[in-house]
């Protein structure tokens, strides 16, 4: 792998290569965009993609047929509709039949129900395209939910705008059903609980159990999920997943590895109920020789590790033994790797052998670049804060911009390191190689770190040098404001840094330019600035700014202009006019 190379998704133009973390989001968002958008001209207008003159013929890449074939109303019909995920038009031909006296078969009706329910009895991703395209804004509740949910939602939250409500079609169609079978009351309860109507599901599985119907491991796995919302104290909501489990028995249900990641998952919200329990989940699982996921992990280390008030524990360790060994596949919607609970916990050791498990297989796919990127942040913050320089600018080196692209707070604690490791001189290329080029050279929080530590101590002269082209370019982004950017304002600390800088370097001049700012601001030079520019001029051999000096300090009321004047007739040769 490259270590200079960004990303493998954005290779395929290198004018949008990204800068920073922002751009990478922003970059991958519109590339995104671009499929959805061509997606859409496939699906809307695919009389223009009639033609197959690929050889050999490929069907999966062909656009898909999604315009009903079956002419009429009848059942065959809206089978067809359902299959092309057409809510309202199957709602409306399912309504058409029932009005003309035409038996719908069960099977039918509960394809309908799933339908209903998967989309909360809203439109389908293409029927709300459809929607848009001609201008007729529906009702907030009547939105579809995605089949893929986004990560930044709560988990076991239902997506917004997809609600369930009150008498819809799907509870309509349910109550007019001549007959019922467990399939139609499980449908509904996964509905329920999915579209955030968990009382309404609890009701429905007490009538399920009335109608002597048996659930299946799904709908099981769905209620035990939903207990946090349905139960206010911790104790209560672990007894109501045992009532779940001991039916699951009691039915002959096998359950599965959903079945315990979803137990885990409502334990995350009981406490300390939720820690004691845990490990007892885990050794049912073994018992029933089920291997653990990802999410499985995630819940468990969640639980032990959520607070920095919570004791230490060896479980983590437990936990990257196992991981360190398999290779996962995707089996549950919450499996993730567990990256920020080792370095919150500031343990290098533990940082690495997760690193080594992400490596293992393709399990580094349980993050994308988003996550990946915050993964890579902390445990560089971590590298910074617990490993020797060359260790850390080993992995700088290897992880820029190919794994991650550093933040502000990265750019913090790599300058820090520098500090702590006394290696002060590569200041500059971390200046130029990295806060420019990330687009941070307006970031206040590094400028003033930067300058801090550059005009802290006296350097070699080679290194002064540097230092002063720095702080030139520190000064081109206050005084220069791009498009719509305004410039950085000065303070009067940076103004005294960059003041300093430049009369360390012998640029008098420079210097000077910098000594009159203070009276724009209304600011007052430090003493060890004025001093320094004194000894600078006095370098220089330039008796004009030494007198320049002491007036500046007599015009702003400063105790030390008497010395500085002083300290001028003493180590300057000066004319009559100038004394």
């Not at 395209?133 to 949910?149: D, H, I, L």
């Not at 911790?234 to 096998?254: C, D, I, S, T």
């Amino acid at each position: 792998q490259d270590p200079t190379a960004a990303h493998y998704m954005f290779q395929d133009d290198p004018f949008l290569m990204p800068r920073n973390a922002a751009n990478s989001r922003l970059f991958a968002l519109s590339k995104e965009s671009g499929r959805n958008a061509a997606r859409y001209i496939i699906k809307h207008f695919p009389q223009y993609f009639d033609k197959t003159f690929a050889e050999p013929d490929i069907p999966c890449l062909m656009p898909e047929t999604l315009t009903p074939q079956i002419v009429g109303v009848s059942e065959e019909a809206l089978k067809e509709h359902i299959c092309l995920r057409r809510v309202k038009e199957s709602v409306d031909l399912f309504d058409q039949l029932v009005q003309a006296g035409t038996p719908v078969s069960l099977e039918t009706t509960n394809s309908l129900l799933d339908l209903l329910c998967f989309f909360g009895d809203g439109e389908s991703t293409l029927e709300k395209e459809e929607e848009g395209k001609e201008g007729v804004e529906e009702a907030e509740g009547n939105t579809s939910e995605q089949k893929a949910p986004k990560r930044q939602l709560p988990r076991g939250s239902p997506s917004p705008g997809a609600r369930w409500r009150e008498d819809n079609n799907a509870e309509r169609i349910f109550k007019i059903m001549p007959e019922r079978n467990a399939h139609s009351y499980c449908t509904m309860i996964r509905g329920m609980v999915k579209h955030g109507a968990p009382a309404k599901a609890y009701d429905m599985y007490i009538d399920l159990l009335n109608e002597r119907h048996k659930a299946d491991v799904h709908t099981f796995n769905a209620l035990i999920a939903a207990v946090p919302q349905l139960k206010d104290r911790f104790l209560e909501r672990w007894e109501l997943a045992k009532v779940f489990l001991n039916h699951m028995a009691q039915q002959g249900v096998q359950p599965n590895l959903l079945t315990f990641n979803a137990v885990l998952k409502t334990l995350r919200k009981c406490g300390g109920v939720g820690r004691s329990m845990s490990l007892l989940v885990i050794k049912e699982m073994e018992e029933l020789d089920i291997e653990p996921s990802l999410a499985t992990y995630d819940h468990l280390l969640a639980m032990f590790y959520r607070g920095v008030h919570l004791p230490s524990s060896g479980i983590i360790s437990e936990v990257l033994d196992d991981v360190e060994r398999r290779s996962f596949t995707a089996q549950d919607p919450d499996d993730a790797l567990a990256g920020p609970q080792c370095c919150e916990l500031k343990d290098i050791r533990l940082a690495y052998r997760l690193n080594s498990a992400m490596e293992t297989g393709d399990n580094w796919k349980f993050l994308d670049l988003e996550q990946l990127n915050t993964y890579w942040s902390k445990f560089f913050s971590l590298l910074c804060m617990m490993e020797q320089i060359d260790v850390v600018l080993k992995w700088y080196k290897e992880m820029s911009p190919s794994l991650f692209y550093p933040s502000p707070r990265n750019i913090l604690d790599l300058l820090q390191a520098l500090d702590a490791a006394n290696h002060l001189d590569m200041l500059p290329s971390v200046w130029e190689a990295d806060m420019k080029q990330l687009g941070f050279s307006r970031r206040p929080e590094l400028l003033d770190e930067l300058l801090a530590l550059m005009s802290r101590d006296q350097h070699p002269q080679e290194v002064q040098l540097a230092f002063a082209t720095c702080a030139e370019d520190i000064r081109a982004v206050h005084e220069q404001a791009g498009r719509d950017q305004a410039p950085v304002q000065w303070t009067g600390s940076t103004l005294g840094q960059v003041a300093l800088l430049f009369s360390r370097a012998g640029r008098t001049q420079d210097a000077w330019h910098m000594m009159e700012h203070f009276q724009h601001i209304n600011r007052i030079p430090s003493e060890q600035v004025m001093e320094e520019f004194l000894t600078c001029a006095k370098q220089a051999s330039a008796p004009e700014e030494a007198i320049k000096l002491v007036k500046l300090a007599a015009s702003l009321g400063l105790p030390s202009s008497q010395r500085l004047k002083s300290r001028t007739e003493k180590e300057f040769e000066l004319s009559e006019e100038q004394k």
